[in-house]
């Protein structure tokens, strides 16, 4: 059965740092991989994904995941946090593309401060 | 830019009471999901939908739940009898697999859903 497991429910950062959220995953066949950013109120976005191909995939707003397959991980890096970067960040995984479900983590809640 | 749009934004109701979360999902989509998301929990696939009727759906959508395309724009999620446990954020969801490279599921904004 597939998993995601996200490493830290709250992460702090100060502008201009680098933001790190984890995210590891577990299924018994090759995954794809999502990353979704929720802004208070409001729906899920999609950041980034990854289907085939590259494993360092770069999404919207600066971010960039990488997929690493010996480690079962992705995760979600940017160079220099923003203070429009706060926001909780879902990793989610699914079997196949568009017609399968999407197994969410328990998400990671983003605080930047100045 | 096409976008799923949900209404209502939030829902109050009583509990034993039947509601609908209603959605228009992106016009030429042709997939459709409901996920839930209880207030600090992650969120959770209820139920995806194809060609009229349910392709797969969770342990959480049970005798309760149903879902319904009643015309050709809207998809709707009932819920017959609501619990107290069933309020939540309810996000619904639409992808185009006629998209070459499109892995995409575009989320609604979500109806909160509060049952007291």
């Known amino acids: 059965a597939q998993s995601v497991t996200q490493l830290g429910s709250h992460v702090s950062v100060s502008e201009g740092a680098l933001v790190l959220l984890r995210c590891n995953y577990s299924s018994s066949v090759p995954p794809y991989l999502f990353w979704y950013v929720q802004y208070p109120n409001q729906g899920l976005q999609l950041l980034l994904k990854?289907?085939?191909?590259?494993?360092l995939v770069k999404g919207i707003n600066g971010f960039e995941a990488e997929f690493k397959k010996s480690e079962t991980s992705f995760h979600l890096t940017k160079p220099s946090a923003h203070m429009s970067d706060a926001a909780e960040y879902f990793c989610a995984v699914s079997l196949t593309y568009n017609t399968d479900k999407l197994i969410f983590g328990t998400g990671t809640r983003l605080q930047v401060f100045p | 830019e096409p976008e799923v749009t949900q209404t209502p934004s939030h829902q109050v109701t009583q509990m034993g009471q039947e509601v609908i979360l209603r959605c228009v999902p992106i016009s030429n989509h042709l997939y459709f999901y409901w996920y839930r998301q209880i207030l600090g929990q992650k969120v959770e696939f209820l139920v995806s939908?194809?060609?009229?009727?349910?392709?797969?759906k969770s342990e959480i959508f049970d005798d309760q739940f149903s879902v319904e395309r009643p015309d050709g724009s809207n998809f709707t999620l009932k819920i017959r009898s609501t619990k107290l446990e069933d309020s939540a954020m309810y996000f619904c969801a639409s992808s185009d697999p006629g998209q070459p490279l499109n892995f995409e599921q575009y989320f609604g904004p979500g109806t909160r859903l509060t049952v007291t």
């Open positions: 939908f194809y060609n009229n009727e349910i392709s797969e």
């Open positions: 990854y289907t085939t191909g590259a494993t």
